[in-house]
């Protein structure tokens, strides 16, 4: 009853009347006799006014907060749908070269008997999915500098029993992508983070959300390599369904680019966002071996 509109202008406006009028009236000689009790009415009315005022203030005070609450559910909920959206959207597109590239190979079988391994560039097909993780996480952080964002996979294989990893694929242009892209190294020695997780068969989503942390983790090849220019880093373990490792999949950002603030939320929107892509990367590689497999 007292949030209603006219109540509530009728304390806040009527008291400080009725108090200033008292006011007048205590300068009245004809009341002077009244003035005690002028004084507590006053006092009362003032008491009565400091108490509706802070009352109404923090009926106002919620109401902006749950107004911002919302505009902050709002604002997420368009996020997630844009991520969503963005990233249905790439893999129907991917999906639908996919099925072009598999209807080549199957004319190729048909007609020669075995596959056309150009038909099927695995490589580029890696290098369009890291496109299309980034361009999701931009969608979803909203910022416009895409350059500060990288996506990339690191594969993980075996020649003659020995283990070797290699930077396969890319988000960014062949002019920005790192000095290991394309290099063969041997497992046992390389000194990168998705190496440690590779070696240590980690499992788990690994995530560093500021710089501190990844200055503590990161190797530093050379002595001029700046790493506090790195802001976040996620590394997306590639394991198929036989337990068998693939790779790494590793998101980085730079000059303060933030995904999430906290390494928690970093995680459960990896876990959340991300995960598609890793099953993407997955079935790429069954493809890959069901289309080319030796028979014995």
């Known amino acids: 009853m007292i949030n209603k509109p006219y109540i509530k202008n009728s304390i806040l406006i009527g008291i400080p009347t009725i108090i200033s009028a008292l006011g007048i009236i205590m300068g009245l000689d004809i009341l002077s006799n009244y003035k005690n009790s002028i004084i507590i009415i006053t006092v009362i009315l003032l008491f009565i006014f400091i108490v509706f005022l802070l009352y109404y203030s923090k009926q106002e005070h919620d109401l ?3 107004i911002d609450k919302m505009k902050s559910s709002i604002s997420s909920m368009g996020k997630v749908l844009g991520i969503n959206s963005k990233t249905v959207i790439s893999i129907v597109g991917l999906l639908e070269n996919w099925n072009r590239d598999i209807s080549r190979i199957a004319n190729d079988i048909v007609k020669t008997g075995s ?3 150009t038909d099927w560039n695995y490589e580029k097909i890696c290098t369009d999915i890291c496109i299309s993780c980034k361009d999701a996480i931009v969608k979803f952080t909203e910022v416009d500098d895409e350059t500060d964002i990288s996506v990339s996979l690191i594969k993980y294989y075996r020649k003659d029993n020995i283990e070797y990893i290699k930077m396969m694929a890319h988000s ?4 920005a992508k ?3 892209y394309d290099q063969e190294e ?6 990168y983070q998705y190496a440690r997780i590779i070696r240590d068969r980690k499992r788990d989503i690994f995530v560093l959300e500021d710089t501190s942390k990844i200055m503590q983790i990161f190797y530093k090849k050379k002595p001029e390599t700046d ?3 790195y802001s976040q880093y996620i590394a997306i373990p590639v394991i198929c369904s036989s337990n068998k490792f693939l790779g790494v999949l590793q998101v980085t950002t730079k ?5 999430m603030n906290t390494d928690v939320e970093l995680e459960k929107f990896s ?3 991300l995960t598609p892509f890793i099953e993407l990367l997955i079935l790429v590689e069954k493809i890959k071996k069901g289309l080319f497999v030796k028979p014995m």
Do not use: F, G, M, W
Not at 172 to 175: I, K, N
Not at 255 to 259: A, D, L, P, Q
């Open 64 to 66: 902006r907060i749950e």
């Open 115 to 117: 596959a056309n391994e």
């Open 172 to 175: 960014s242009p062949q002019t």
């Open 178 to 180: 790192p000095d290991v």
């Open 186 to 191: 041997l497992l046992s020695e390389c000194k």
């Open 227 to 229: 790493l506090s220019k």
């Open 255 to 259: 000059h303060n680019y933030k995904i």
């Open 271 to 273: 876990e959340t966002y």
